[in-house]
């Protein structure tokens, strides 16, 4: 008798190990299913991931290995995908190759990573690639979410960073990429901004991910078809930045002038990629000739702290888009024939600014920062600062920074830029990254 209930005992046992096992898998292929079916559905996600695909399909290395690490991505090969990540962003440690901007990339790998791990989770990753994980997570989550939730899950969202780190003035930024992804207003985003962040340096940074996200969609309207003068354009958007309130204006100027710069070079309608080496090297020259007209426009803004906003994001922009004359998607176009250029040019690529992924070359930095001398004194400091604040950020070269300082110093004893003149405390922030 005894026995008789032993064995019965193990056969329930085995009976109920089966069904939670199989209970378990059921649960688990559905829930793989409905991220699949997550990521599948996303027009951001498809857009991006279509743009690589199709550049590595048209035998592109570079997007051939971007698209290695999206394929893990959303297979949630997750340590494999940080990993490739890391290897990316420091490809810039071998001599042999240039510093890769895998900023937007890493954008498209957080917005389908954002769907195996949650927002929390995406936003607990490490920093790489300037945020971009976080930002794009952030982005994803904004558009299928209502304002309200995006209001109270961002207030301490990114609470578990360090707020002494870059990190965590990153991770603020993206809660304002999500909230204006939630309702596509840039007013109702700064007062988001406001609500949710009390201390000022967060309202700012928070501002500036509405803003970011905001301005590449008017750029993407084309507004600007409309302006006979494309200067009149821009000097618009400026103006425009002066009539907010106050507390957003120094950002909202500098985003601008970073974007529309961008909007100009990377615009489908630059003929860049049927150019011989040489007419590249001869737009460049040109490309540094249009940022000296800006260091005009800059100072010709109604208040001091407007022109040392917009000083600031020339040498940001100098730095970030002169890297695309030296990009190995460039290199790799220079012998495109005719059809394949035209078949190339019914992409939008005003989409997609940063598809030429910058590289820069330290020699080129030094060369061209003597654009920042076409400023009045006042501002030569503030746009090296801008520069310096790219080397930080994007290339984390702290020797490079001190260097570009150092010609700061000569050049404007008595009006260096705040960047410079804390630039130890500006080195332990970018360096402390997580």
């Not at 059921?26 to 550049?55: C, G, H, Q, W």
């Not at 962040?197 to 970011?212: M, P, Y």
């Not at 801008?386 to 702290?398: E, I, K, P, Q, W």
Request: aromatic content about 10%; charged content about 25%.
């Amino acid at each position: 008798m005894y026995n008789l209930i032993m064995k019965s005992k193990k056969y329930l046992l085995s009976i109920l190990s089966v069904f939670i096992i199989i209970v378990s898998y059921i649960i688990y292929v559905s829930n793989n299913d409905t991220v699949f079916a997550n990521i599948n559905k996303s027009m951001l996600i498809k857009s991006e991931v279509d743009f690589i695909r199709d550049k590595c399909n048209n035998g592109e290395k570079m997007f051939c290995e971007f698209n290695k690490i999206v394929d893990s991505a959303i297979k949630g090969e997750i340590d494999n995908v940080i990993y490739y990540m890391e290897k990316l962003e420091n490809r810039g440690n071998n001599k042999d190759s240039y510093p890769v901007d895998c900023h937007v990339l890493a954008h498209t790998i957080g917005k389908i990573l954002f769907y195996h791990l949650g927002l929390k989770n995406s936003v607990l990753t490490k920093n790489i690639c300037t945020a971009g994980i976080y930002h794009g997570a952030f982005e994803e989550w904004g558009t299928i979410s209502n304002l309200n939730e995006v209001k109270k899950v961002i207030i301490n969202i990114c609470d578990n960073k360090d707020k002494q780190s870059i990190s965590y003035k990153l991770c603020i930024h993206g809660t304002g990429r999500a909230l204006y992804r939630s309702i596509n207003d840039v007013i109702v985003g700064s007062d988001g901004c406001s609500e949710a962040f009390k201390n000022r340096e967060d309202e700012l940074s928070c501002f500036e991910g509405v803003l970011s996200s905001h301005i590449l969609i008017e750029f993407g309207k084309k507004n600007y078809l409309s302006f006979k003068v494309e200067n009149d354009y821009l000097n618009k958007l400026i103006k425009d930045c002066e009539l907010i309130d106050s507390k957003y204006t120094r950002g909202c100027i500098g985003i601008t002038l970073i974007e529309y710069s961008k909007q100009k070079l990377f615009s489908k309608n630059s003929d860049l990629l049927t150019m011989t080496e040489k007419e590249i090297f001869e737009e460049k020259e040109k490309f540094l000739l249009k940022l000296s007209d800006y260091a005009i426009l800059c100072q010709d803004l109604d208040n001091f702290s407007s022109q040392h906003a917009c000083a600031q994001s020339v040498g940001f922009a100098l730095l970030e888009l002169l890297g695309a004359f030296e990009s190995e998607y460039l290199k790799s176009n220079l012998n495109r024939n005719n059809e394949d250029y035209d078949k190339y040019s019914q992409i939008d690529a005003s989409r997609y600014p940063s598809h030429f992924f910058s590289v820069v070359k330290k020699e080129d930095i030094l060369k061209s920062i003597n654009v920042c001398t076409k400023f009045n004194e006042e501002h030569i400091g503030a746009c090296i600062g801008g520069a310096v604040t790219f080397v930080l950020g994007r290339l984390s070269d702290a020797k490079l920074a001190e260097e570009l300082c150092k010609i700061s110093n000569k050049d404007v004893i008595s009006n260096k830029d705040d960047i410079c003149v804390n630039l130890k405390d500006q080195i332990m922030i970018y360096t402390k990254l997580n």
